[in-house]
């Protein structure tokens, strides 16, 4: 008796938990009620109208987000991706292949960078994805993307293509691609939604008139020297590092 107890016991137990996991997976859904399910309903049913008013409704929302109290790092940092953010025309690297321009652009949110004392150069062999470096946020670039809208990886966007992205990426990727709604980049798993190329550190120097930017353009990485003169930020020479 007291074992068929503890088994049912124990049962019970596991029943609740159960219930409470999913209990959090579907309060965590809804929260993005007006968001993810716009996009997993516009996927399941195919259709490109109602993933429109997604990336509409996701536009609406980028456009309210300006930079407040700017100070001198996040001004620099915001000309120098001016500078070199180009998504749609990869001659300004120096190659001959450019890409359709999409309706939107996603842009990231944060930056990471680092003010150094040394002499700043492209290393390869220190490049470390913008360990060990500060990180401005919120970040919110506005660089020329020519005839394409700003979409800034912000809530519940951010959240919604997450969750939406977690299982079939690639396809559902090909799918918010069609229409010409954006370009999405090539990465591992194919749950990287922003648009490329990737900008993974800057560094700049004491005297803030010398940088480096380490990129990744599709799947090749690309490190971009700059320099400050006549009140702006220009490149003076990419290098290509590293292809995958």
């Not at 007291?2 to 049912?8: N, Q």
């Not at 353009?217 to 930020?233: M, P």
Request: net charge neutral.
């Amino acid at each position: 008796m007291r074992k068929l107890l503890l088994i049912t016991l124990i049962l019970n137990v596991f029943v609740s938990c159960k219930i409470n996991r999913n209990n959090f997976a579907s309060e965590k859904e809804e929260i993005f009620d007006s968001t993810y399910y716009m996009l997993k309903k516009a996927y399941s049913d195919k259709d490109t109208i109602l993933l429109n008013d997604f990336f509409e409704k996701w536009s609406e929302a980028s456009l309210k987000m300006e930079m407040q109290n700017e100070n001198e790092i996040a001004k620099i940092l915001n000309d120098i991706y001016t500078e070199i953010y180009h998504p749609f025309d990869f001659k300004k690297y120096g190659w001959q292949y450019r890409y359709y321009c999409p309706k939107y652009a996603i842009l990231p949110t944060e930056i990471k960078f680092k003010v150094v004392d040394s002499t700043i150069k492209c290393d390869f062999d220190k490049f470390n994805y913008g360990a060990n470096m500060d990180t401005l946020k919120p970040f919110y670039p506005n660089p020329d993307l020519e005839h394409a809208g700003r979409l800034l990886d912000i809530e519940p966007f951010k959240t919604a293509m997450k969750l939406f992205l977690e299982k079939d990426s690639y396809e559902k990727l090909k799918f918010v691609g069609s229409c010409n709604h954006i370009y999405t980049p090539i990465s591992n798993g194919w749950k990287d939604y922003q648009t490329t190329p990737k900008i993974y550190c800057v560094l700049i120097n004491k005297q803030l008139n010398k940088a480096i930017a380490y990129l990744r353009i599709i799947s090749t990485g690309v490190c971009i020297e700059l320099s400050f003169e006549n009140d702006k930020w220009n490149m003076e020479k990419v290098t290509d590092i590293w292809i995958e």
